[in-house]
């Protein structure tokens, strides 16, 4: 499961519940609407994510969801993605596991990529119920992690990194990651990122603002 980040109160920590997931790890969601959430599933909550497709795809199959459609080209790739969104949660047996829990979706996409066609349905548990704020957000998120992506595979190599071994690649996911905001916020934002890299491997001063920022020790 993901979090797509939507905007908050400025007092966001305030008023919030968390509860359990089943793989005992812990999220924050909106206990008094205050804020909203969209959650990706996976198929690691297989019961959640056969509920939510099975009620999906009945809906689907009877025609009678509002449906958005957006279209994306450029450099040989065609993209359409079809973004349907349900309140009608009858089928999602443990509901009240889900604070502000209010609509399921889902987006399938086509596409093609220099005349090889693929597609993929994404499926979504949401507190939002309005189908074009619920597109605009997983838009949103989409475009801010393609960029991330982007920014990753070209400076730091993540596509072509093979580490499998134990935890190995998330750990070095997570070191690429924080490399990058280190990079991005950190010391002399003079430059691209290459040059940041190649500023702090040559120079010890400018590596330590990097990497502390206004509170280097001494």
Not at 1 to 22: C, E, H, N, R
Not at 27 to 41: K, R, S, T
Not at 89 to 95: F, G, N, Q, V, Y
């Amino acid at each position: 499961m993901a979090w797509l980040v939507l905007k908050l109160p400025t007092d966001w920590w305030q008023g919030f519940s968390g509860f359990q997931l089943p793989t005992g790890g812990k999220v924050w969601v909106p206990a008094e609407a205050q804020a909203d959430y969209v959650l990706a599933l996976k198929e690691n909550q297989p019961t959640l994510y056969a509920e939510v497709k099975r009620a999906l795809d009945e809906k689907i199959q009877e025609d009678c969801l509002p449906m958005q459609e957006t279209i994306d080209r450029g450099h040989g790739r065609l993209e359409i993605r079809t973004f349907l969104l349900s309140t009608e949660l009858d089928e999602i047996s443990r509901k009240t596991d889900w604070p502000g829990l209010a609509a399921i979706g889902v987006v399938e996409s086509i596409r093609d990529i220099q005349g090889t066609v693929s597609s993929e349905s994404r499926y979504f548990i949401t507190s939002i119920t309005d189908p074009a704020h619920f597109q605009e957000v997983v838009r949103d998120h989409w475009a801010i992690e393609t960029s991330q992506h982007w920014v990753l595979d070209v400076q730091f190599g993540e596509d072509r990194n093979r580490t499998r071994k134990d935890s190995g690649a998330i750990n070095l996911a997570l070191i690429r990651r924080m490399s990058l905001n280190m990079l991005r916020r950190n010391g002399n934002q003079k430059g691209s990122i290459r040059s940041r890299k190649i500023r702090a491997g040559a120079d010890d001063s400018a590596r330590a603002e990097y990497i502390f920022g206004d509170h280097r020790p001494s």
